[in-house]
Structures are given as structure tokens and as C-alpha cells.
């Protein structure tokens, strides 16, 4: 399977706490993609990173791609109550269109 | 720019009976489309790519018979799920193509009773 893996399956910090879930995949791939879902919701794309690329920021968020190890991790900076959710990576691999999700990480932020 | 409209975003039917989830890209033309499937607490799972006028091709351990796509259009794709049982209850969610990492329909949750 192509699926990644995530870790921590779950964590749950303080609002105002920085929170880390990391992401390690299976096969060569042109960008790593990390979404977030709410509960019982569909998916919002939060951040790309490409192959070639090391680091990304977006406001809060702050990405990071190591390929020699196959993994990358999201950071969320002083997390909110509203951040609570699930977030995923998702790979696609250089053969095709497809997306593989990981096992995703669910994040709860107490107020 | 880049929408997918996917519906409906719920449904409940009875066992035995057959469902069908529609999944549009409302302004572009997608020549490939994406179904997942999501359990309860569990990551989403490619069951197959559709492509545009010729067959779907489904990933390992995913049955075609019982999950049938069409895509007779380059703006819709459709998933049958064939004589539904209460263990393909699931959150079904489509992807379309060029815009495919980024556009996710909204997902349909299947309840089957």
C-alpha cells in the first residue's frame, strides 16, 4: 500500500500550544499536500509542498519535507479551540494523479 | 474557480437497495475524477480513478460490481454502490482532475439500514 503514516494518531493540547504531527510516506513523490477535516465534514486543503521544496509557511502553519527520510511534519503555532480537527498528509505518487492519504492525526485544542 | 459540487451530501437507504452519488466539476472539465471512501476514524482511501469516456480503474480489494462509475461526461462522474449492506456504510468523497489535490467534493455520508 501506498497509504501513508501519521503520528501521533491523536493529541491534544492547551490553546496557545504549538502542535506537531508528522508524516512519513512509502514511494518517490512530486508534492505532499496536508488537509484538515472536521468532524463528519469534507476536506480543506491547508498547505502544498513540492519535492524540490524543504520548508513552507502559510500564516500559522509551517511545513517541512525531508525526502532522503520520506516524512514531513506540520507545525500549527498558538493553536486555538478552532483548530480542532483531523489532519492528513496526502502524497501523490510521480506515476499518476493519485492521491494516497495518511493515517491522519487528530488534534483537539482545549480552550 | 476549481469547484466540486458533490451530492447528495447525505442518504440513508435500506439494505439491499442501490445508491448513487454524483460528483460534478461546476467550471472546468475534469478528465479524471477520484473516488474515496472514509470508515469512522480511519483516513480516506483511493477505491478508484474514473476517467472520462472508458472504464474506471479500481484499487486492490475494491469491487467493481458493487461499486460501479461512470464518467460519460467531462463534468460528471458517478458512484453506484450495488445492493448496499450496512458495512458500506461510509463517508464517500470524489476528487477531480487537473485540480485534483486541491478540489474535494464535499463528501455524501452513506448510511445503510
Known amino acids: 500500500s501506498q497509504q501513508g503514516e501519521e503520528d501521533p494518531q491523536a493529541l491534544s493540547i492547551q490553546e496557545g500550544e504549538n502542535a506537531t504531527m508528522n508524516c512519513s510516506y512509502k514511494?518517490?513523490?512530486?508534492?505532499l499536500q496536508w488537509y484538515r477535516q472536521n468532524s463528519g465534514r469534507g476536506l480543506v486543503h491547508l498547505i502544498l509542498?513540492?519535492?524540490?521544496?524543504r520548508e513552507k509557511h502559510s500564516g500559522r502553519l509551517r511545513v517541512t519535507l525531508d525526502t532522503s527520510k520520506k516524512s514531513s511534519s506540520l507545525l500549527i503555532t498558538a493553536s486555538r479551540a478552532a483548530d480542532t480537527a483531523s489532519y492528513f498528509c496526502?502524497?501523490?505518487?510521480?506515476?499518476?494523479?493519485?492521491?494516497?492519504f495518511g493515517t491522519g492525526t487528530s488534534l483537539t485544542v482545549i480552550p | 474557480g476549481a469547484v466540486v459540487s458533490q451530492h447528495p451530501s447525505w442518504v440513508i437507504c435500506k439494505s439491499g437497495t442501490s445508491v448513487k452519488i454524483e460528483c460534478r466539476s461546476l467550471?472546468?472539465?475534469?478528465?479524471?475524477m477520484f473516488w474515496y471512501r472514509q470508515f469512522p476514524k480511519q483516513s480516506l482511501m483511493l477505491m478508484a480513478t474514473?476517467?472520462?469516456?472508458?472504464?474506471?480503474?479500481?484499487e486492490q480489494g475494491v469491487e467493481k460490481d458493487k461499486f460501479l462509475i461512470n464518467h460519460a461526461s467531462l463534468t460528471l462522474s458517478t458512484l453506484t454502490v450495488t445492493s448496499a449492506h450496512p458495512e458500506d456504510s461510509s463517508f464517500y468523497i470524489c476528487?477531480?482532475?487537473?485540480?485534483?489535490?486541491?478540489?474535494f467534493g464535499s463528501g455524501t455520508r452513506l448510511t445503510v439500514v
Open positions: 514511494t518517490s513523490i512530486n508534492n
Open positions: 509542498i513540492r519535492s524540490n521544496e
Open positions: 474514473s476517467n472520462e469516456g472508458s472504464k474506471a480503474t479500481y
Open positions: 496526502a502524497t501523490d505518487s510521480n506515476t499518476g494523479n493519485q492521491f494516497y
Open positions: 467550471d472546468f472539465q475534469a478528465t479524471t
Open positions: 476528487s477531480a482532475a487537473p485540480y485534483y489535490g486541491y478540489t
